[in-house]
């Protein structure tokens, strides 16, 4: 069993940067792909970026391309997501997710464990 807790969301102003990080529990993080997705009001729960068990591999939504970066560490078992240039319509709440195979996936039903969510607000 795999547990997920992310920090690190909160208000931050358009053109701002933000840093959310996920916690995993467990000896295996490495052996996990690793994704965050994110969920408006209203709207469907959406990806956002995804990386490799290695690190070696990462894939983003076109939405956030060029202004988000993931990365992690496998020694410290986080996974962390770096939201620069930030826009009113990256608020949502945002989940990290962790799924059994070391290949990346954009697919939310490709994940078998998620977060809480932590909750990003950016004001215009």
């Known amino acids: 069993q795999v547990q997920l807790v992310e920090s690190g969301g909160g208000l931050v102003q358009a053109g701002g940067s933000l840093r959310l990080s996920c916690a995993s529990s467990?000896?295996?993080?490495?052996?996990?792909?690793m994704g965050w997705f994110r969920q408006a009001p209203g709207k469907e729960r959406e990806f956002v970026a995804t990386?490799?068990?290695?690190?070696?591999?990462?894939s983003y939504a076109d939405s956030v391309k060029g202004r988000f970066t993931i990365s992690r560490d496998n020694a410290k078992n986080t996974v962390d997501l770096q939201m620069n240039s930030v826009k009113p319509e990256d608020t949502a709440v945002y989940y990290c997710?962790?799924?059994?195979?070391?290949?990346?996936?954009?697919?939310?039903?490709?994940?078998?464990?998620w977060g809480q969510g932590t909750q990003v607000t950016v004001s215009s």
């Open positions: 997710a962790a799924r059994t195979s070391v290949v990346r996936s954009a697919y939310a039903y490709d994940y078998h464990y």
């Open positions: 467990g000896r295996t993080f490495r052996t996990y792909a």
């Open positions: 990386i490799s068990g290695s690190g070696g591999s990462t």
